[in-house]
């Protein structure tokens, strides 16, 4: 337990030497400015714009997107997770773009449990629709209890997935290893459904309805990203420095982030792709860049 408590006084310790990256200090637009709902529309409860709940039960579930397609950016969500016996239920906050078989991803997703157990966070990257790149975390707080902040860093160098602030997963541009890099336009989606199939326990805890609906809570609607017209099919544009997330101090991890990508490294993951021999025989060659 003490191993425990110092590990997570770590973390808290690197949250505040990292600070914020928010590029100004404007309010949060309301939900309708960036984003609508894209089905389950009687399970969504709209908390006067500022707040967006979704619930799940055994008719539907519920989910949203952003108005417009992306082509870079630091996307972020804060997010409340259900917070009954949730085995089963997969709250998601992605980037995507069409999917037409050959399509790019950037996931989290989180995984519910059983009443006492803790969440698994899961993140993925698809590019050029090659996906398997899983990678799952235990979170060093209840995700039930309160908001946190969830954010995608995509620029042409690197994404990095982050935790209030707090790097979990770095993914390079490795192309010239011939390693697949989502350079499609991609939008924003966000959706509360039933993954009873493999969610939880590989798919053998399926959701218990008698403790639905299971409902989770999202506000921050506030997108940091290069938007992409409708007709285009290319990011190029969003590759410019003109948007601070492309400056050269967004290339690469700093020293800060670096120790506290580490410590989750050391203590937190729980499952890595790249150590997985059963699935991947041979190391994937970006393997070695993370």
Not at 52 to 74: I, M, N, P, T, W
């Amino acid at each position: 337990m003490g191993c425990s408590y110092f590990m997570v006084g770590e973390l808290v310790l690197v949250v505040l030497l990292i600070g914020d990256f928010t590029s100004s200090v404007s309010s949060d637009p309301y939900f309708d400015a960036n984003y609508g709902i894209t089905w389950g529309n009687n399970h969504v409860v709209n908390h006067k714009h500022q707040a967006v709940e979704l619930y799940l039960d055994q008719s539907s579930g519920a989910g949203f997107a952003s108005k417009q397609d992306y082509g870079s950016g630091f996307i972020s969500m804060q997010i409340k997770v259900p917070n009954k016996d949730s085995g089963g239920v997969v709250t998601a906050f992605y980037l995507t773009s069409v999917d037409d078989g050959n399509r790019d991803e950037l996931d989290f997703e989180f995984l519910g449990n059983r009443e006492g157990k803790p969440y698994t966070l899961q993140t993925n990257v698809f590019a050029h629709g090659q996906g398997g790149r899983e990678h799952r975390i235990k979170l060093w707080f209840d995700p039930t209890a309160d908001f946190h902040t969830y954010k995608i860093l995509w620029n042409q160098h690197h994404i990095v997935f982050f935790v209030d602030n707090i790097p979990i997963r770095y993914f390079k541009n490795n192309i010239f290893l011939g390693v697949g890099y989502p350079s499609k336009p991609m939008r924003i989606v966000v959706s509360l459904w039933d993954g009873s199939g493999w969610a939880t326990d590989g798919g053998k805890t399926k959701i218990d309805w008698n403790h639905a609906p299971f409902r989770a809570y999202f506000k921050g609607f506030k997108i940091e990203g290069c938007p992409i017209d409708k007709n285009s099919w290319t990011i190029e544009p969003c590759n410019s420095d003109k948007y601070w997330w492309n400056k050269q101090k967004y290339w690469e991890l700093d020293p800060t982030e670096q120790k506290a990508y580490g410590i989750v490294k050391r203590h937190y993951v729980t499952y890595d792709y790249c150590t997985d021999k059963v699935n991947h025989p041979v190391t994937p060659p970006e393997c070695y860049q993370q």
